[in-house]
């Protein structure tokens, strides 16, 4: 169980990056590329209080509220066709939603596909039910998904496909230890699979989620 973090400091609520996420329902990746990427979103400064990172409560909420309206501002026309229970890989998601491109695609649905193949080259290929893309469409009006009977889930979400799995603390250890020690990436992968017992492609994707997961 993941406790949220909150506190009042002189008087004014602070979140850490989990309470972060669950006020915005964002995952923890996503509050990772906001703060890395704050200049381009907007996302709030963090102030430092007793060692630890905190955000502004009421500073997050207004920057989720101009988000959200941002986001609204730039609708596509969806496309409807085909069936609700169809799987879509990144371009026929991206196709759904009228985008030019799959490197459009919201940090929502990236990270939070519906399957998830793991191809020999050791590159993760995500799909997605076409109702999926659908209720996230409709999300960004608040309108109902035609995609779905109303009241259904597509059934719980992950952040990412090694999420809960306990071997991404053994690669965030050993990212801390690199960092420490001033050292890249190089070799990390190969140090991982041995301590693990894994395949190498494998413990470069942990090495990736892990350091994705961690503060900027």
């Known amino acids: 169980m993941i406790l949220v973090a909150q506190r009042s400091i002189d008087g004014r609520v602070a979140l850490d990056r989990a309470g972060v996420a669950a006020h915005t329902g964002a995952s923890r990746s996503t509050v990772n590329h906001w703060h890395r990427n704050r200049d381009r979103y907007g996302f709030p400064e963090a102030l430092t209080h007793d060692g630890g990172e ?46 030019a491109s799959h490197r459009n695609l919201p940090d929502e649905l990236i990270d939070n596909p519906d399957f998830v193949e793991e191809l020999p080259s050791g590159r993760i290929r995500r799909y997605w039910y076409r109702r999926t893309v659908w209720a996230h469409a409709d999300a960004r009006t608040g309108r109902q998904s035609t995609g779905r009977t109303p009241g259904t889930t597509t059934g719980p979400r992950k952040p990412h496909p090694y999420a809960d799995d306990p071997r991404l603390q053994a690669a965030a250890e050993l990212l801390t230890e690199a960092k420490q020690a001033g050292r890249d990436r190089r070799g990390l992968g190969v140090e991982l699979a041995s301590r693990l017992g894994i395949p190498e492609r494998t413990a470069q994707r942990l090495l990736t989620v892990a350091e994705a997961d961690q503060p900027s």
């Open 54 to 99: 905190w955000f502004w409560l009421d500073d997050i909420t207004a920057f989720h509220v101009a988000h959200l309206a941002a986001k609204k501002a730039v609708l596509t026309e969806i496309d409807r066709s085909g069936g609700p229970n169809d799987r879509v890989t990144s371009g026929g998601a991206a196709a759904i939603l009228g985008y």
